[in-house]
């Protein structure tokens, strides 16, 4: 009996330590994971080839060199709240996206930069692949969304900000 108990226990304690190492070991690609790193898995990378997803210090240079435009798919009010600045508001209508003139009229070279909430927000992506198919062919979905953006600090602007069609004022 007291060989049993010894087993067990010894037993007992090898799973405690491979939880341990399996936990210490994997810990960097857990950490990943929840900065959404490995969410382009999950795109049909394949099916999109000019969509790809970008980090937030990407999301920052791109907007900091002024060469892309900032798409935001948030609900209206959302945008209104709070928003990176400069950024066009393209919110999700009940059958999908309406992309408004003001955007189908820019090059379809254009660096375009989508982001939501973040988080498990599917919004940017659905709309990167509603651009994709109206033929933009460069498209970065900031997977980190409005939650990431604000958290660094970064710059933010309140209110309508721009419409559609770059002008100030709300969308069409």
Same mark, same amino acid.
């Given at each position: 009996?007291?060989?049993?108990?010894?087993?067990?226990?010894?037993?007992?304690?090898?799973?405690?330590?491979?939880?341990?190492?399996?936990?210490?070991?994997?810990?960097?690609? /857990?950490?990943?994971?929840?900065?959404?790193?490995?969410?382009?898995?999950?795109?049909?990378?394949?099916? #999109?080839? !000019?969509?790809?997803?970008?980090?937030?210090?990407?999301?920052?240079?791109?907007?900091?060199?002024?060469?892309? /435009?900032?798409?935001?798919?948030?609900?209206?009010?959302?945008?209104?709240?709070?928003?990176?600045?400069? +950024?066009?508001?393209?919110?999700? +209508?009940?059958?999908?996206?309406?992309?408004?003139?003001? /955007?189908?009229?820019?090059?379809?070279?254009?660096?375009?930069?989508? #982001?939501?909430? !973040?988080?498990?927000?599917?919004?940017?992506?659905?709309? +990167?692949?509603?651009?994709?198919?109206?033929? %933009?062919?460069?498209?970065?979905? %900031?997977?980190? !969304?409005?939650?990431?953006?604000?958290?660094?600090?970064?710059?933010?602007?309140?209110?309508?900000?721009?419409?559609?069609?770059?002008?100030? !004022?709300?969308?069409?």
């Amino acid at each position: 009996m007291k060989e049993v108990r010894r087993l067990v226990v010894q037993a007992a304690a090898l799973v405690a330590l491979g939880a341990v190492v399996g936990a210490a070991v994997n810990f960097p690609l /857990v950490k990943r994971f929840v900065r959404g790193e490995f969410r382009e898995t999950f795109f049909e990378a394949a099916r #999109y080839p !000019g969509v790809r997803l970008i980090t937030l210090q990407e999301a920052e240079d791109l907007w900091a060199g002024g060469q892309t /435009v900032l798409l935001d798919a948030r609900p209206v009010e959302a945008f209104a709240l709070g928003h990176a600045p400069g +950024a066009r508001n393209i919110p999700s +209508a009940r059958d999908g996206f309406e992309v408004p003139a003001g /955007v189908l009229a820019l090059a379809r070279e254009a660096v375009l930069v989508v #982001y939501c909430e !973040g988080g498990d927000c599917q919004s940017s992506l659905a709309l +990167a692949r509603r651009l994709h198919d109206e033929g %933009f062919r460069d498209i970065r979905v %900031f997977s980190g !969304g409005w939650d990431e953006w604000r958290a660094a600090g970064l710059p933010e602007e309140q209110g309508e900000g721009r419409g559609p069609q770059g002008e100030s !004022g709300a969308q069409e």
